[in-house]
């Protein structure tokens, strides 16, 4: 069984699928803090989780533009300069499940609002890493940075991914290859002993288990880069898709979700509480979340709870929180709305319908939950 030496995992985890494990954070748990506690961040495995020597684990950097270089954890540990970033990541099939009940069914795993969550990532730049291995500035022969992580299936194939060479070099980029997580070693499901951390960026590109980065004029050849994380318009289904025309996906768009309370709640007060987290990709910070408690009707704003972070590298989410009264006499079903604002202004989309895509990914449109006024 290649799934014979998978890590321990917490029972309150929300379960996907279990081999590979792909698990999502409860909605009450994803806000209870800023940063997400280790064994409650969500898991999204390809293949059976590697079992990696840290001793004999070595780094290897090769391709265009640098010279061959091998490099063990100590050395990673010890010659470069540490840095740590407070960043989301985010699958893009992250609330998959709204597309399939807007009708038209979508292709993927059922995820709920819950595969996101936050992490202090710790470890070394990737810039610096490849700058020591010789890749110069605006090389013109590297247009992007490969990744290949040590996680394989009974083909030997390897999970890949690639970025953009100007992300992975850009000084305020802050791509890490992280050797911790909030503060402790990086645990097994999360890439020990080494992951690449892609902030702003779809999580798809954040390669766990690195193994190998390769400088290339070309983007990683792997189905994820070219065959999976990619949407396309509503036009296009299964029958007429050509992966070739668009492009992988890299940052990704605006979203909110209310994580309480859940569908269903019978609300008994004159008041409603909203919890609730936003993000935006490109580092771009959340200024605004509105919500309404009449399904769009009048709005107010919550109130904002985030880590200080610059303009342009706000990594990590906003989570927020707002009492909103129950419109007067109301009895019965209520729509409650979240909708988040970016500091580049950019918002979310009205309803999921004009957004679906086959692979049901970027699913960002306002997020809504019917409680039960009594
Ligand atoms: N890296 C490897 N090697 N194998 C994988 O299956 N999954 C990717 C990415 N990196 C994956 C990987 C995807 S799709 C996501 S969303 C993130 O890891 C999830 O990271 P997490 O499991 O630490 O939350």
Redesign the pocket.
């Known amino acids: 069984d290649p799934y014979a030496h998978e890590p321990e995992r917490l029972p309150a985890l929300i379960v996907r699928s279990q081999k ?1 494990m792909n698990s999502e954070t409860p909605m009450e748990l994803l806000t209870a803090a800023l940063v997400t506690p280790n064994d409650l ?7 059976p989780v590697p079992v990696v020597n840290p001793d004999t684990y070595r780094l290897k950097i090769e391709g265009e533009g640098v010279r061959a270089v091998e490099l063990s954890l100590e050395d990673l540990k010890t010659k470069f300069k540490r840095h740590s970033i407070t960043a989301t ?4 099939g992250n609330r998959r499940q709204e597309y399939n009940t807007s009708g038209r069914p979508v292709k993927g795993l059922e995820w709920d609002g819950g ?1 996101i ?1 936050t992490a202090v990532w710790t470890g070394v730049r990737l810039r610096d890493v490849l700058r020591a291995a010789g890749l110069e500035e605006d090389e013109p022969l590297v247009q992007h940075i490969q990744f290949e ?3 394989t299936d009974m083909a030997e194939t ?2 890949g ?1 690639s970025i953009e060479v100007d992300k992975a070099m850009d000084p305020a980029g802050d791509v890490l290859l992280a050797f911790e997580m909030n503060g402790q070693a990086l645990p097994r ?3 020990y002993p080494l ?1 690449v951390v892609v902030p702003g960026v ?9 193994g190998k980065i390769i400088a290339s004029a070309e983007e990683s050849t792997s189905f ?1 880069q070219q065959k999976d ?1 990619k949407s396309f318009g509503p036009n296009v289904d299964w029958d007429n898709v050509d992966w070739s025309s668009a492009p992988a996906i890299q940052a990704m768009p605006v979203t909110s979700q209310i994580c309480e309370p859940a569908a269903g709640t019978q609300v008994d007060d004159d008041e409603v509480t909203l919890k609730g987290y936003a993000w935006s990709g490109s580092g771009q910070g959340i200024i605004r979340v509105d919500v309404s408690a009449d399904g769009g009707k009048t709005w107010h704003q919550a109130e904002l709870k985030k880590v200080p972070q610059k303009r342009g590298r706000g990594w990590a989410w906003a989570l927020w929180e707002a009492t909103l009264p129950v419109p007067k006499g109301h009895k019965g079903p209520l729509e409650l709305v979240c909708k988040a604002t970016d500091e580049s202004y950019n918002t979310q989309p009205e309803s999921a319908a004009p957004i679906w895509n086959l692979r049901g990914v970027n699913c960002n449109s306002w997020h809504r939950v019917l409680v039960d006024v009594q």
């Open positions: 590979p961040f969500y898991v999204r495995n390809h293949l990541l985010q699958c893009t595969s969550s992580g040590l996680d390897v999970y991914a499901d999360h890439g992951r779809a999580g798809c590109r954040s390669v766990k288990w690195v994820w994380y």
